[in-house]
């Protein structure tokens, strides 16, 4: 398939080149415009490559990990990118307006992805997000996490919760 736009066994490490950008000196004006355009370009070329991976997996081109699910469960990794739909697969936005809610959730996420790096604070990461609207459905694409697909999710969060609340994670080291 000429999906890719690396040859084969070369795909991009998204998360760590757009984390090694975000490192890059700063301190004078020429480091700062090298640095910028560094993070424009790694931002812009992920862009592109979530955005052609989202058309097709709407169009059927890209099998899910989890094939024997319905579409609207169904979860993507491609070109070390993972891909979700906006759904509410587990009731979790049920009183709030199931999938409308699920979608409109989504931007909230990017948007908090968005704050947080505008910061640009030294030693913040955060994933490389991306929103895909297309034929009526909304795909989120992220850089993944390193080490997430080897290991419990739970081992890897260390601030935050990840079961809706129910559980928060605490570190002194964040607060």
């Known amino acids: 398939m000429a999906y890719e736009e690396n040859l084969p066994g070369q795909t991009r490490e998204w998360n760590e080149e757009l984390q090694v950008t975000r490192e890059l000196p700063r301190e004078k004006l020429q480091e700062r ?6 993070i424009f370009k790694s931002n812009s070329d992920f862009i592109v490559a979530a955005t052609r991976a989202a058309v097709s997996i709407v169009n059927g081109n890209i099998m ?5 699910e319905n579409f609207k469960q169904r979860m ?11 759904f509410d697969v587990k009731d979790h936005y049920k009183n709030f307006g199931g999938d409308e809610a699920a979608f409109a959730a989504t931007v909230s996420d990017l948007n908090g992805v968005k704050a947080y790096s505008s910061l640009d604070a030294s030693g913040l990461y955060t994933l490389g997000t991306v929103i895909v609207d297309y034929r ?39 607060k």
């Open 136 to 174: 009526g459905y909304r795909i989120t694409a992220q850089t993944i996490i390193p080490g997430i697909l080897e290991k419990e999710q739970e081992q890897s969060v260390i601030y935050g919760s990840i079961d809706f609340g129910k559980t928060v994670l605490t570190c002194d080291k964040y």
């Open 33 to 38: 415009l090298l640095r910028d355009r560094a």
């Open 64 to 68: 899910a990990i989890n094939p024997g």
């Open 76 to 86: 993507f990794i491609w070109n070390n990118m993972f891909f979700s739909l906006g």
